[in-house]
């Protein structure tokens, strides 16, 4: 296991006595009980991995629905419904086996930036790497050559690195417009969309929502997303200082949140996202 335990980037600020810790953890403990059930999947897009068995179905639409994720649910949702009928309803066996003719059906496909050029290049790269590669967990390894105790290792920033790059290292088809729906955090970016996938994969409970389907990368590794729900309901409890919205900031609440729970902190995703979405603070 790697130890979390001297990694600290919290300001004075957000230091938090004993008492204070107590409290703010009974109630998102509380939270995180009542949002993390089945109820949860039928509005969300993790709903749309749901809808498989295989494991690389789940990792294909849980990356593709996770990539679509930003604006309305419900639009959400159709459009990723959408790229599952355009896949014939089996995407590991489509990317893996599909012919030049059947690319023209995803030139009308658009949602908000994402277009047909993105959704080709995604095609492209997931039938190269699946006809290596057995899972996707393999392009989110990081270069084993660093150190163990790396800080870079001690969470899943070196992780998302990597895959970006793997990902962007088509050279000979890589759409540089493409680019922009891979977040890193070598540009300091928040990852938001990223890490809600890694929480979908990673994160192993009984609760059925998460599907802990990799083992490679650790529950205590995982960086909590930041949408805009949890990053107004994380300020609202005093549990975000730094002002932008940004991969420091993700660090900094994922530390906080290490406080409550330091092998699962992202668990706290969902007392915090519904804390938001329904409208409790």
Request: charged residues 30%; hydrophobic residues 40%.
């Amino acid at each position: 296991m790697i130890d979390l335990g001297n990694a600290s980037i919290l300001t004075d600020e957000l230091r938090l006595t004993t008492a204070q810790i107590d409290s703010i953890k009974e109630f998102l403990d509380t939270k995180a009980d009542l949002y993390n059930r089945p109820s949860f999947i039928e509005r969300d897009p993790i709903s749309i991995p749901h809808r498989f068995n295989k494991k690389q179905d789940i990792e294909l639409m849980g990356f593709w629905a996770a990539v679509l994720a930003w604006g309305q649910r419900p639009v959400i949702l159709k459009k990723a419904n959408e790229l599952v009928e355009l896949m014939d309803g089996a995407p590991h066996d489509f990317v893996r086996n599909h012919a030049e003719s059947d690319l023209k059906r995803f030139l009308n496909f658009k949602h908000r930036t994402f277009n047909a050029t993105d959704a080709l290049y995604f095609l492209h790269f997931f039938r190269q790497y699946y006809r290596e590669n057995d899972s996707l967990e393999d392009a989110f390894l990081p270069d084993t050559t660093k150190p163990f105790d790396s800080p870079s290792l001690q969470t899943v920033e070196s992780s998302l690195i990597a895959f970006h790059d793997r990902f962007c290292g088509l050279t000979d088809f890589f759409p540089e417009r493409t680019r922009k729906h891979i977040a890193t955090p070598a540009r300091n970016s928040s990852c938001k969309r990223l890490l809600m996938f890694l929480r979908w994969m990673v994160r192993q409970d009984d609760r059925g929502v998460d599907f802990g389907l990799w083992t490679r990368i650790r529950p205590q590794q995982l960086v909590i997303p930041i949408d805009v729900h949890v990053n107004r309901v994380a300020r609202h409890l005093k549990l975000l200082d730094r002002p932008q919205t940004d991969w420091k900031a993700a660090l900094e609440l994922t530390e906080t949140l290490r406080q409550f729970d330091s092998m699962d902190p992202v668990r706290y995703d969902f007392a915090l996202f519904g804390l938001g979405v329904e409208g409790e603070m």
